[in-house]
């Protein structure tokens, strides 16, 4: 009787050991949760931004995601409309391929000029991490030469009109037709560009980030707006 009380507590202590081994091994594999996106792009997200000059120029304006179109690769294109006051808007193409942010095509409203950068442009790694460097050379709007490197540091906090953010500084420096300019981004975590400076010349405008919406799309909303053609 005593043998085999024994040999049931071993069975017993056994199960228990494997249920704990098991239980360990799903906490092991368990998946370190996404990276934050510093570059969200989806059909409606707005942003409105606050900008002013070193001449003491001041503007708002807002970028809205106005057209997801997918493309036969299967890549989405995302057509962002920005708006300054009553001029005519900008519109612009970024998609996400190959751990980039691309951006694709430019186009001015009010005289029809447009431009596909070739090749396209590398804009930012997608996703962003402290130390990353990237360089594009090409051609953007008539024929206009761009060569720029750039590179991230953070994150740091960020305290813009809109809030206080986890961001990414992403500095470019930039030769167009001969002319330096140094680009200086921060990009908040899952919610985009929160501020901006644009040093050329004597020449110096920044930008913060005012408010932002993500609104919530109704069940199918997006898959119509990608099947839309003609756009």
């Known amino acids: 009787m005593r043998n085999l009380s024994m040999l049931l507590l071993a069975s017993l202590l056994a ?24 570059f969200p792009l989806r059909y409606k997200y707005w942003w409105k931004y606050h900008s002013k000059t070193s001449a003491g120029k001041e503007d708002t304006y ?30 612009d193409w970024y998609s996400k391929e190959k751990g980039m942010v691309v951006y694709q095509r430019t186009e001015y409203v009010a005289n029809g000029m447009k431009a596909d950068f070739v090749p396209p442009r590398q804009y930012i790694k997608d996703p962003l991490f402290n130390g990353d460097s990237w360089h594009w050379e090409g ?6 030469s761009i060569d ?25 420096k930039l030769t167009q037709n001969g002319s330096p300019v140094t680009k200086t981004y921060w990009y908040g975590a899952n919610v985009g560009l929160v501020k901006s400076k644009t040093e050329s010349g004597t020449v110096t405008s920044e930008a913060e980030l005012l408010e932002y919406k993500f609104p919530k799309l109704e069940p199918g909303e997006l898959e ?5 053609t003609g756009q």
């Open 148 to 172: 720029e490197t750039s590179t991230t540091t953070g994150p740091e906090d960020v305290e813009v009109p809109a809030g206080k953010f986890k961001s990414m500084k992403v500095v470019t």
């Open 62 to 91: 807002t970028l809205t995601d106005i057209h997801d179109d997918r493309q036969e690769d299967k890549t989405i294109w995302h057509e962002i409309e920005t708006k300054v006051g009553t001029f005519p808007p900008i519109h």
């Open 139 to 144: 051609k953007g709007m008539m024929g206009t």
């Open 15 to 38: 199960a228990t050991l494997q249920t704990q081994a098991q239980t360990a091994n799903k906490t092991a594999v368990r998946k370190p949760p996404p990276p934050p996106d510093y």
């Open 224 to 228: 119509a707006e990608l099947n839309k």
